[in-house]
């Protein structure tokens, strides 16, 4: 069982920055593909941003693309999203998971554990 927990999220300025992390409670943290989604009410959980278990090989929702970094510390089992030049659509709570394919994967079904998510408002 991995427990995953998201911390880094909050109200910023359309343009703004923030940094999201996700702390994961396994000792095989880099036997796992790694994702980011996102949810807005009213909407379903999409994909944002994926990253395989060494840190080599990413994939970004075309809406992020250039925009945002998932990146991870295989030595502090934690992955990352910075997220860059902000707009109000980013708006959501934005919730980490571990896949059990450790290539990473751009489908929510691919992934195992979800963490609880963290809000992310991004204001006009």
């Known amino acids: 069982q991995v427990q995953l927990a998201e911390s880094g999220g909050g109200l910023v300025q359309a343009g703004g920055s923030l940094r999201l992390s996700c702390a994961a409670s396994?000792?095989?943290?880099?036997?796992?593909?790694m994702g980011w989604f996102r949810q807005a009410p009213g909407k379903e959980r999409e994909f944002v941003a994926t990253?395989?278990?060494?840190?080599?090989?990413?994939t970004y929702a075309n809406s992020v693309k250039g925009r945002f970094t998932i990146s991870r510390d295989n030595a502090k089992n934690t992955v990352f999203l910075q997220m860059n030049s902000l707009k109000p659509e980013d708006t959501a709570v934005y919730y980490c998971?571990?896949?059990?394919?450790?290539?990473?994967?751009?489908?929510?079904?691919?992934?195992?554990?979800w963490g609880q998510g963290t809000q992310v408002t991004v204001s006009s």
């Open positions: 998971a571990a896949g059990g394919w450790a290539g990473g994967s751009t489908s929510r079904y691919e992934y195992d554990y």
């Open positions: 396994t000792r095989t943290f880099s036997n796992y593909g």
């Open positions: 990253i395989n278990w060494s840190g080599g090989s990413t």
